[in-house]
């Protein structure tokens, strides 16, 4: 799931830097440190997609913010931990989902044995109005 999210993430990148209006774009202002720049973000894609830590993304953030590569990785960081929120939630609610299951199944149990009773009693009712005064 998170490697189909970077893919989207890739691809919306890529999409901001093609097309009729990048010529338009005006450039970052530390783009003249682009390749390193790159060249970290590569190496922090790629350690998130491995083993999902920001580490390098924060590090490349914090070095050049004003790097197009910083607001990238910015993107990215809002991104996973968004992700990693939604996830919790998720997990969550699975955690309450299967409490309510097991607590009807308790209820169907309780009922079972209430209607069981209520049979045992309507038994003894007629029982004791058959028996003679």
Known sequence: MRFI???GLLLMLTACNSGPFAKSLKPYPSQASQPQGEELFLAA???FSATNKLDLMQQLK?????????????????????????KQQLDNE?????????????FR??????QEQIKQLKVL??????RPQ
């Open 5 to 7: 999210v970077l893919i």
């Open 45 to 47: 894609l790629d350690q």
């Open 62 to 86: 914090q070095q050049s913010p004003d790097s197009v590569w910083a607001k990238r990785a910015e993107t990215i960081i809002l991104y996973a931990r968004e992700l990693d929120t939604r």
């Open 94 to 106: 699975r955690e309450e989902k299967n409490r309510l299951i097991a607590e009807v199944d308790l």
């Open 109 to 114: 149990q309780e009922n079972l044995k209430l």
């Open 125 to 130: 009712l007629i029982e004791l109005e058959q």
